[in-house]
Each structure stands twice: as structure tokens, then as C-alpha cells.
């Protein structure tokens, strides 16, 4: 049974949801509508729906209702670029709790960015109490007590965090963690996409952000912080955002390296 149908009093007509089609399962029929491949395995990107300039094609495993409209404009490139380039990872926050509103709105718009296949596998872990980032943090330099760090750099976190600086989650009020299924392929790449678009869309509602390197790994071969962090049975952890109001706001963008490239 086909999972699209098309309005041909709507249809133009056009080709372009054939042509979009990552996984080649739809053809033109012979009065040039579009139909699916009986043979076909849809991989639910929304590609077709999404590129039909009349709204002429529906899928049934793609409801109306979760169907968002694109933006007719864009900004300027200009603006873009200075927006990226500007991006800070904030290690100083604000004492003040994220409105869950805010999380809910960031996760949103990570939830929709591109997976491996559209395999969509990505499962999120949120931490929005200050006293339970703290707690995670303790965790975590519990395991690096006795995992051989350079014995240096320990005694200087030890002496800051006694001081009430924290090393490992910077005094972050939440801190998002994405999971994905320990066999899948692509979880860290995919939860690496995720998690920058998450980023990107806290930064433009005010919030900073720094990723969680140091919880990130230590979940990995530390099974009290993955009890801490609630990580379900068969899920990895492959990244983490703390997230915050900022404390001081920057005002230029330093520099970095010159640009390394090869053109072939």
C-alpha cells in the first residue's frame, strides 16, 4: 500500500519530489504524477512533501499537523556569518534556573537536525537544577581522582573547586546530554549535529553554552555517573551541552589559526 497520495487537481506536475527522493523510491506514473515504488524503503525524510510547491502530495507517515512552513527569507549571509563566528563556549553563568519553555524550544529545534538515514535515534537527558549539575560534577572528579590524571592539574582543580570554582561544569545551572543506542553507527556524529544545533538555537535566545567534554567521557567508564545521569539500559552517551544565562557578554571575535585547506 502506497504511504503517499497526491491531489492531481493540485499537482503541477513538476518532478521535484521525484527528484529530491534520497532513497529513489518514487517515479513519475504515465500521466506525470508522482507514485511510489512497490519495492521501495522510505526512510521518512519528508523530502517530498517538503519540496511540493502546491501541497499537491501527502505521506501517511508524516501527519499534516507536524508539518512546519519554511522560512520565505532568510537573513542576510552577512548576519549569519558574524552570528557563527560570534559564538562563545561560556564557562561563567548567571545563578539563575533556564526556563524549562527555553529547554523545551532548544531541544526542538535539535530534535530536527539531520541523522544517519533519518534514523532519528537520538535520546536526551536533561539536568535543569543547579544542586544535580553540582552532584554530577562531584561524580565526575571522583572518577578522575583515581583514573591518573596529571596529579598538577588535579591539586589545581581540587584547589579552585574548594574555593567554589568548578572545573568540570563550570557552576552551569542545566546541562543537556544527548544518548544513543550503544550499536548505533553513527551516534556520535549524529548526536555532534544535534547537539551544535541545540547550541546555536540557545545562543540566539540569549543563553551560553560550553560542551561537556569531561562528563561525556567519564560516563563512558564511570557506572555511577551513568546512574546519576539516569542513562538507560543500551544507550551511550556521546555529548553534552551545559546551558546558562551569561554572565559577561563578549564584544569582538579574536582571531583564530589561518585557514588549512587542499583544493583538488
Excluded at 583515581?146 to 574548594?162: I, P, T
Aim: charged share 20%.
Amino acid at each position: 500500500m502506497s504511504q503517499i497520495s497526491v491531489d492531481t487537481a493540485l499537482c503541477k506536475k513538476d518532478g521535484a519530489c521525484v527528484a529530491v527522493c534520497p532513497a529513489r523510491i518514487l517515479a513519475l506514473d504515465e500521466h506525470g504524477f508522482p507514485e511510489e515504488i512497490a519495492e521501495g524503503n522510505c526512510i521518512f525524510c519528508g523530502h517530498c512533501v517538503a519540496v511540493c510547491p502546491s501541497n499537491a502530495l501527502t505521506h501517511t507517515g508524516l501527519p499534516d499537523e507536524s508539518i512546519l512552513p519554511a522560512p520565505r527569507r532568510l537573513p542576510a549571509p552577512a548576519l549569519i556569518d558574524r552570528f557563527l563566528m560570534g559564538r562563545r563556549s561560556v564557562r561563567n553563568f548567571m545563578p539563575r534556573p533556564v526556563a524549562r519553555e527555553t529547554l523545551e524550544a532548544v531541544l526542538d529545534v535539535a530534535r530536527r537536525a539531520p541523522t544517519a538515514t533519518n534514523s532519528q535515534l537520538l535520546h536526551w537527558i536533561v539536568v535543569n537544577d543547579a544542586a544535580k549539575v553540582r552532584a554530577l560534577s562531584q561524580e565526575t572528579m571522583n572518577w578522575l581522582r583515581n583514573c591518573g590524571v596529571n596529579q598538577s592539574q588535579l591539586n589545581r582543580w581540587e584547589k579552585h573547586c574548594k574555593a567554589g570554582y568548578d572545573f568540570i561544569l563550570r557552576g552551569a545551572p542545566a546541562l543537556v546530554v544527548a544518548c544513543a543506542p550503544s550499536d548505533y553507527e553513527w551516534a556520535r556524529q549524529d548526536s555532534a549535529i544535534a547537539l551544535t544545533f541545540l547550541e546555536l538555537a540557545a545562543e540566539a535566545r540569549g543563553l551560553g553554552a560550553c560542551w561537556a567534554g569531561y562528563v561525556t567521557r567519564v560516563a563512558g567508564m564511570h557506572a555511577p555517573l551513568r546512574q546519576a545521569l539516569s542513562v538507560p539500559e543500551g544507550y551511550a552517551v556521546c555529548g553534552g551541552l551545559m546551558l546558562g544565562q551569561r554572565r559577561f557578554t563578549y564584544r569582538r571575535i579574536p582571531p583564530r589559526k589561518p585557514l588549512s585547506v587542499q583544493w583538488i
